[in-house]
């Protein structure tokens, strides 16, 4: 089947310090990447879609500024924490549509943990 | 907006017990509705996915119903064990986005 990967699978940091997380697409070619995070004994939100080679579309309440996503290749999406705080300490989980798969499915990542101190 | 309700937050049984999940959501126009298992610390496991125009699916000990009219899903756990213990999440696909509902937290006490 699809495999998504994320990396790295768990990073800490300090606080105003930018973080890169990785998510790719292994045996397929995705047009289009989602990028969810999940607050402790919350459910998954979804915080933006990226089709690549365009800007991404945050959701509501998301800071297009803060969380910066690139997706410069049919197998790769970047999601780059900036002037990360502790409150953006969260799980955050990637998923990625086929290139010429079923529009209603996605694969997701494993998920990155996030601690800002 | 879609909204998605998963309930019992939490449930706790004793091993070998069958069990039943529950999941409901608000709007009736979706393309599929999928249920996952998620371990502590970690990423998500598909385990069932019902596309809109089928009532259910089986994998082994689990089988998920759907009825889109009601706007309900349930995920039917036979037999469980310990292994079984994690938080399951129900997710609804509807056009490029999925909504998930807040999880059930299952326990099996051997």
New interface residues.
Partial sequence: GAVVS?HPSWVICKSGTSVKIECRSLDFQAT?M?W?RQFPK?????MA?SNEGSKATYEQGVEKDKFLINHASLTLSTLTVTSAHPEDSS?Y?C?A?ELWGR??T?Y????T?LTVL | KQEVTQIPAALSVPEGENLVLNCSFTDSAIYNLQWFRQDPGKGLTSLLLIQSSQREQTSGRLNASLDKSSGRSTLYIAASQPGDSATYLCAVNAGNQFYFGTGTSLTVIP
């Avoid at chain 1, 919350?42 to 979804?46: A, D, K, R, V």
């Avoid at chain 1, 997701?108 to 998920?111: A, R």
């Fill in positions: 994320q289009t989602f969810y919350q459910s998954l939100m979804l879609t799980f989980i998923s549509r529009a209603d996605q997701f990542g494993p998920g943990r």
